[in-house]
């Protein structure tokens, strides 16, 4: 048995004449889409003319957004990267002992002895 059977064959021919119809009615006519004004309320209004290019609003919003980010990224994160690093960093190196126990010191030649081990404590 090959090929199809009349009624396969009749169900290829109407899928593809109703592909063909549908690939046809998505194509739009001149006229189409047609957009239905509304009319435009308060709060619309408004921001339509707040953010009109060159608004005397939109300049000074923009120039505070600009000091805004020059602050933050070149004068607060900065500062907090360097308070950072000398509290954490160069405090805590000059606190630090440059001499362990066991080290031999070069002038003398006499070695650091150890910490004594107090029982009773942790």
Known sequence: MSGY?????LRVEQITKLRRQWLKDQELSPREPVVQAKPSGAVSRFWTG???????????????????VFTLTRLLIPAWVVHYYVKYHVAVSKLKCLMLFGDTILETGEVVPDLPETHGHH
Do not use: I, M, Q, V
Not at 50 to 61: A, C, D, G, I, Q
């Open 5 to 9: 059977t009349p009624d396969e064959k």
């Open 50 to 68: 707040f953010l009109e290019p060159k608004s005397l609003w939109r300049l000074y919003t923009y120039k505070a957004y600009r000091g805004g």
